[in-house]
């Protein structure tokens, strides 16, 4: 590959570009640009460059947005032709056709004493490349779309001789709008004049719609990509006519994924992100991967926001599925699993359909509806839905401030985009009040009755760690040590410390102490700077008082909390070759003394590293000893390709209870979650 010419297109940028050979097998091609100026530029050139402005075409009132060339086709005449298909901002097509005229020199005359008829007053200008000339003239003007139309394409080519070299254009153009629609335009077989026969997609108040749309190379199936980096695919499953469905696609996060929590018994892993949503992603038992490994689909978007997810903390103990999130604002919100969710995860999980009847009476909760302009998920009952609607006055009007009511489903296959974007949502339940910034950091303890959150923070006061009691949702705690952001925190195994670590380059650790209903204290009982930059992550032993602190230093330091009222330091591993973001300690054995600890990196890169813990055998108070090996440097490939911002080992035997193939997953400012699995021999 080789750089062959630059070509000026002048003061108005050119936003999208269409390349063929001209008809005539003259050894030339031809250069379609459009852009600002609404216009569409025709450009000559030999293969080797050399390209120069020919003409321009007129017609469009707005940006031009997409181009594509045909093949050459041959018309009932013997003239052999060329269509360019454009789109706009003005929500038009056109289809353009060059038809070949012959040669320069025997076509003067011709054109001179042709009479004038109504077919001149289309034709647009004559394109001369090389010895040949060429009429170019408004073939059709399609409308259908309500919207700005972002993407044409031309059906591909199909195959017509049993060498593979000839090919046949098929007479269908592919567009794809703002409108949230995708539509199929095809000539009328008597006619000629070209229709719409296939609209795909709906117009909806959710999101915007599609900014391109794409054949697939044999036809019977088209993708379109949205705002917020969805995919849309149908497929045509009609044998005899046309049958377009929606398929199943990979979807996730669109922007830098913030935080990551497993379910309390591992069914599934909750991420948030700065997109503004939540997701939730299962294995779905039913579905075959290749390879045998389970395969992951999102089945549940819980939380669609208006202001970027920092962070989450799924509510273990017994009771309803329940999370906590916090965003870039001062309020940190509850959500609990409808109905209609617990039904979706049973199918999920298992290949049998039944729910248990007692727990289905407790929840009456079914899904979750959005107001227009709130951030609030409002609770669909499931007595609400069998009763008549009440009609609104606005039905009908296609306005932004009107929203289309949620239809909680339950589904029995993994959902499509359609259905994640607006049908499956969580009802929040209660608002927590207090942060006085944008909440940073959340956790919950193991026993599901306490949940501590920080927000970022410039002061002391402002940097509290606030303690919430589940189930009434009161302020039972306000926890002072740091000056800056506390960037995490975490409890012990047996919830009776609380390891905080911080901007100011600070770790603190809290006594918590129980003492009746909505009743709890706390004590400091050390506090110390543990490195020379931002701590961003802590990690628990699962089954001691130790505990690690990685930071932006590049060191990882591992302690100990000595009799409960003072922390030692007891190894430093050596020093990585970026930045530490991420921590996340897993006991591995039944002596709980050894276990894997995953280092995740500013980088993008993770590694695994076993640690060995020794235990005075009289049962002594001394500290324990502790020995650190690298397990494994996951291959770059394999990880993300910018800083890791969390890991979550899952601790639960969701896996049938194999301890020996254990899942890791991670998150990363890259957009992606990233699940692995670790087979300890």
């Avoid at 399609?142 to 080519?157: A, C, F, K, M, T």
């Amino acid at each position: 590959m080789s750089f062959l010419e630059s070509v000026f297109v002048g003061s108005k940028t050119m936003v999208t570009v269409s390349l063929s050979e001209v008809p005539g097998n003259t050894g030339h091609v031809v250069l379609a640009a459009g852009g600002l100026d609404n216009k569409v530029h025709l450009y000559c050139g030999e293969r080797t460059g050399k390209f120069v402005h020919a003409c321009e075409l007129r017609g469009h009132t707005d940006w031009i947005r997409s181009l594509d060339f045909s093949l050459p086709t041959c018309t009932n005449d013997g003239t052999t032709s060329l269509l360019l298909v454009s789109s706009s901002q003005d929500r038009g097509i056109r289809i353009w056709k060059m038809a070949l005229r012959g040669s320069q020199s025997n076509s003067k005359d011709k054109f001179r004493e042709e009479k004038i008829s109504l077919a001149s007053y289309i034709e647009g200008p004559v394109l001369v490349s090389g010895s040949f000339s060429y009429q170019i003239s408004l073939e059709s003007l399609l409308i259908g779309h309500e919207d700005w139309v972002y993407s044409v394409e031309w059906q591909p080519p199909s195959v017509t001789s049993a060498s593979g070299f000839a090919y046949c254009q098929p007479q269908s153009i592919l567009s794809a709008s703002m409108d949230k629609t995708m539509m199929i335009w095809q000539p009328e077989r008597t006619t000629g004049i070209w229709i719409n026969v296939v609209t795909v997609g709906e117009l909806s108040h959710c999101a915007l719609g599609f900014y391109g749309g794409h054949w697939s190379p044999n036809g019977d199936s088209i993708l379109a990509h949205s705002y917020g980096g969805s995919f849309h695919l149908w497929k045509n499953v009609g044998s005899e006519y046309d049958n377009w469905q929606p398929q199943k696609v990979p979807s996730g996060h669109y922007a830098s994924v913030t935080d990551i929590a497993w379910a309390r018994s591992g069914e599934y892993l909750l991420s948030v992100s700065a997109d503004q949503t939540t997701r939730i992603f299962a294995p779905w038992q039913n579905e075959a991967s290749p390879g045998g490994c389970d395969s992951w689909h999102e089945i549940a978007r819980p939380q669609v926001h208006g202001h970027d997810i920092n962070c989450v903390t799924i509510i273990h103990g017994k009771g309803n599925h329940r999370f906590v999130s916090g965003a870039d604002e001062k309020v940190a919100r509850v959500f609990e699993a409808p109905l209609s969710f617990l039904k979706t995860l049973n199918h999920a999980i298992s290949q049998k359909s039944s729910f248990p009847e007692d727990f289905q009476a407790d929840v009456q909760i079914l899904g979750a509806n959005m107001s227009a302009l709130g951030l609030s998920q409002k609770p669909i009952y499931v007595h609400s839905t069998h009763g008549t609607p009440e009609t609104n006055v606005n039905d009908g009007l296609d306005t932004f401030e009107t929203l289309p009511d949620a239809v909680p489903v339950v589904f029995t296959e993994p959902p499509i985009e359609e259905k994640l974007a607006w049908h499956t949502l969580w009802p929040e339940s209660h608002k927590l009040y207090g942060h006085g910034n944008e909440l940073f950091s959340m956790c919950c303890d193991h026993g599901g009755k306490l949940v501590a959150s920080s927000c970022k923070a410039q002061s002391t006061k402002v940097a509290e760690i606030w303690l919430w009691q589940v189930g009434s949702w009161k302020a039972v705690g306000r926890l002072q040590s740091h000056s800056l952001t506390v960037t995490q925190v975490e409890f012990s195994h047996d919830d009776n410390l609380l390891l905080s670590v911080s901007r100011d380059r600070q770790f603190s650790v809290f006594a918590i102490e129980r003492k009746g209903v909505d009743e709890v204290s706390h004590q400091l009982i050390a506090r110390q700077e543990a490195h020379k930059r931002i701590i961003w992550a802590c990690s628990w032993n699962p089954f001691g008082h130790e505990f690690a602190t990685g930071s932006r230093d590049k060191n990882v330091k591992i302690w100990a909390v000595d009799k409960g009222s003072s922390v030692k330091q007891l190894m430093t591993l050596p020093p990585f070759s970026s930045s530490v973001t991420a921590l996340s300690w897993f006991a591995l054995d039944d002596q709980r003394n050894n276990g894997f600890l995953a280092v995740g990196m500013e980088s993008g890169l993770i590694e695994l590293w076993s640690l060995s813990l020794t235990r005075p055998e009289d049962g002594s108070t001394t500290l324990p000893g502790v020995t650190a090996a690298l397990f494994t440097r996951l291959e770059p490939f394999m990880c993300h390709v910018s800083s890791v911002q969390r890991l979550a080992w899952r601790t639960s035997q969701a896996s049938g209870g194999d301890c020996k193939r254990i899942l890791l997953a991670s998150c990363g400012a890259d957009h992606c979650v990233r699940i692995f699995e670790v087979n300890v021999a």
